[in-house]
């Protein structure tokens, strides 16, 4: 079982639809949680920190689910431009220094 | 621009010729961390510094691969006698502690032919 763990999709949704994605991680010792968006051919580029009360950054909104052991992304009103994957990151030791990447869900918006 | 810089952007190279990449961080991040991304996967974590010490080497980064930072600034990566699996995209990036987030650079392409 991999360490972090996302449904590759893909998501196919139409604009102005609301999305969301699940990641599942393993190690309950996990420290610190992120978001990261990837274009085809690109570098991944952070969208957000995902904060214990839960946070929203305009129509994207990240959760922390400590008991289950998994974060979520929602995205509001889906925009084509939304077209992407997404990189869930977990930080398991700060100590260690070692982030963890899941494979990432590809999300296609339509017009 | 002051963001996360890697050169070169693509690497063609036959197989069993050494390859460098560098990397150069955002100036004030004193945390570096290197990458491999294969299609389909998220990045693979191979090692990562603080300032020039190298603190942590993953299993995938075999007696070929070899990371340095010497002044604590800039990074490389060599690869020694390339193979095949070799080809990838290698992501660098760097973050201003532990707990930060890490910004990346856009990667170098490595091809074995």
């Known amino acids: 079982r991999k360490e972090v763990e996302q449904d590759p999709g893909p998501f196919n949704v139409p604009e102005g639809a609301t999305v969301a994605f699940n990641c599942t991680y393993s190690?309950?010792?996990?420290?610190?949680f992120f978001w990261y968006r990837q274009d085809c051919r690109k570098e991944p580029k952070l969208l957000m920190s995902?904060?214990?009360s839960g946070n929203e950054d305009g129509r994207f909104t990240a959760q922390l689910n400590r008991a289950s052991q998994y974060i979520s992304l929602l995205i509001r009103d889906s925009k084509l431009s939304d077209s992407a994957t997404y990189l869930c990151?977990?930080?398991?030791?700060?100590?260690?220094?070692?982030?963890?990447f899941g494979d990432g869900t590809t999300l296609t918006v339509k017009p | 621009d002051t963001g996360v810089s890697q050169d070169p952007r693509h690497k063609i190279t036959k197989r069993g010729q050494n390859v460098t990449f560098r990397c150069d961080p955002i100036?004030?991040?004193?945390?570096l961390y290197w990458y491999r991304q294969t299609l389909g996967q998220g990045p693979e974590f191979l090692t990562y510094?603080?300032?020039?010490?190298?603190?942590?080497k993953s299993r995938l980064l075999s007696d070929r691969f070899s990371a340095e930072r010497p002044k604590g600034s800039f990074s490389t990566l060599e690869i020694q006698r390339t193979e095949q699996g070799d080809s990838a995209m290698y992501l660098c990036a760097s973050s201003l502690s532990e707990n930060q987030p890490q910004h990346f650079g856009d990667g170098t392409r490595l091809s074995i032919l």
């Open positions: 190690n309950s010792a996990s420290q610190s």
């Open positions: 990151v977990v930080l398991f030791n700060t100590n260690a220094g070692k982030s963890t």
């Open positions: 995902v904060y214990s």
């Open positions: 510094f603080q300032n020039e010490a190298q603190l942590e």
């Open positions: 100036s004030e991040h004193n945390r």
